[in-house]
């Protein structure tokens, strides 16, 4: 066993693969008081916003890095299908992006609502709306990956509904908030370290 340090500034996670071979059994939706609306050829500005909303508790900072012209290229491909999770006011409180580049297969590129609302089912009701929406005809392979900088329950919520774990890599990289992607005061579960 060895430990490999980590650089001031860095941050590092282990990232899990997980897959679902064939498509769950239908199940009505779990009730929500959310709606899901699809993004067509969302704004960079907009799709950003949300992303942050939805992420900067768990460090998501990947499209935040993103040029303009690349995150409009993943986005607006006609492939890659983008909701917002809409409350009963019409603030977007969560986000769906699944990801069908890949033929036979469709990864659940970001399934997420903001953290306040963690805790309450929603996310049952949520996965259930992309699991309706990831098995078309010709998927055979439903994929996701999450981190352990994610919600502490996230890969036990994956497996619960019936994804498996078929990898597990570690990544590191420069503490977006010392990069000024994301403010220095989120994810305060995760140490700052910068010398």
Do not use: N
Not at 89 to 107: H, P
Not at 143 to 150: A, G, Q
Not at 174 to 195: E, K, M, N, S
């Amino acid at each position: 066993m060895g430990l490999i340090p980590v650089p001031d500034g860095e941050v590092a996670t282990i990232v899990s693969s997980l897959e679902m071979r064939r498509r769950p059994p239908l199940r009505p939706l779990p009730p929500s008081p959310l709606r899901l609306i699809r993004w067509e050829r969302p704004a960079p500005e907009k799709y950003r916003a949300l992303f942050r909303r939805v992420g900067a508790r768990w460090l998501w900072f990947s499209r935040l890095a993103m040029t303009d012209q690349a995150l409009t290229a993943i986005v607006h491909d006609p492939a890659v299908h983008v909701f917002a999770v809409l409350d009963r006011a019409g603030v977007e409180v969560g986000m769906l992006e699944l990801d069908f580049r890949q033929a036979g297969a469709c990864e659940l590129s970001y399934v997420a609502l903001v953290p306040e609302l963690a805790g309450k089912g929603l996310g049952r009701w949520l996965m259930a709306e992309a699991l309706m929406r990831a098995w078309v005809p010709g998927v055979e392979r439903v994929w996701v990956h999450t981190c352990t900088l994610d919600h502490p329950h996230a890969l036990g919520f994956y497996r619960a509904q019936g994804f498996v774990a078929t990898a597990r890599t570690v990544e590191t990289f420069p503490d977006p908030r010392l990069t000024g992607l994301l403010p220095a005061d989120c994810a305060p579960q995760v140490p700052l370290l910068a010398r």
